[in-house]
């Protein structure tokens, strides 16, 4: 990659080298969705999800200096591009490299939202580094609870929590782990936190009812 190239050949150059030459990509066949999201094994395997191969993809674009940066979008992570010599911005699909109009982005959006979703310019917004690893520590505890991977699981979601420790989804979240884990009683104080800070929540009548099966069973026990 000369540095006498413009920032549009670059760029190109730097996607070539990536999922052409090194081979990331999409992760194929049979596999864990937390093994798509550990960068240590997305490193070895080559293959991750939207926001792995974007976070790893960002981080040589920026030690490169290249005008790369990462749109948490309401489908999945994105990276965006706006190099000096083009008019217009580029929209990045972290799968594959692939450059995608505002038409795609549209009907990801009617299809994973609704039909009448619209593409606002928001949407499109840059996401800072902070935001690309809360989505990434996000997806990866949701994978490791599918998983039953609790106790990993209860570690992404204390990362989590450093970002606002307050915030009463994820301390639901990891009532839920807790609950799992049979941690009861801590379990109890955060489902129980959720449902007084979110009483109007929809799924607040669900965490109810888990909060007085805990209960039950903490009196059965005794």
């Known amino acids: 990659m000369a540095p006498s ?18 081979g990331f990509g999409a992760s194929q066949g049979v ?3 937390s093994d798509a999201l550990w960068l240590d094994k ?16 960002l ?13 948490i979008f309401p489908t999945q992570m994105l990276l965006r591009a706006d190099p000096e010599t083009s008019e217009e911005m580029w929209l990045i699909n972290p799968f594959n490299g692939e450059t995608l109009d505002e038409h795609t982005l549209e009907v990801w959006l009617k299809g994973n939202i609704g039909p009448v979703a619209e593409l606002f310019n928001e949407d499109l917004d840059e996401a800072d580094n902070a935001e690309v690893i809360r989505k990434l520590l996000d997806t990866l505890k949701s994978a490791l609870m599918e998983e039953r991977q609790m106790e990993l699981a209860l570690r992404a979601s204390e990362a989590l929590l450093q970002f606002n420790p307050e915030d009463p989804y994820e301390i639901r979240d990891r009532g839920l782990i807790y609950a799992q ?30 909060i007085n099966t805990i209960s039950h069973k903490q009196i059965t026990l005794h």
């Open 5 to 22: 190239w413009d920032q549009e050949r670059q760029i190109e150059r730097l996607l070539e080298l990536f999922y052409d030459e090194w």
């Open 59 to 71: 981080w040589i674009a920026q030690r490169l200096a290249l005008p790369v940066v990462s749109v």
């Open 31 to 33: 596999y864990r969705l």
């Open 42 to 57: 997305v490193l070895v395997n080559r293959q991750g999800s939207a926001v792995s191969l974007g976070a790893i993809l």
């Open 181 to 210: 884990l049979d941690c009861d009683h801590v379990a109890l104080l955060d489902l129980s936190y959720f449902v007084e800070q979110c009483p109007e929540d929809p799924i607040s009548e669900m965490i109810r009812a888990q």
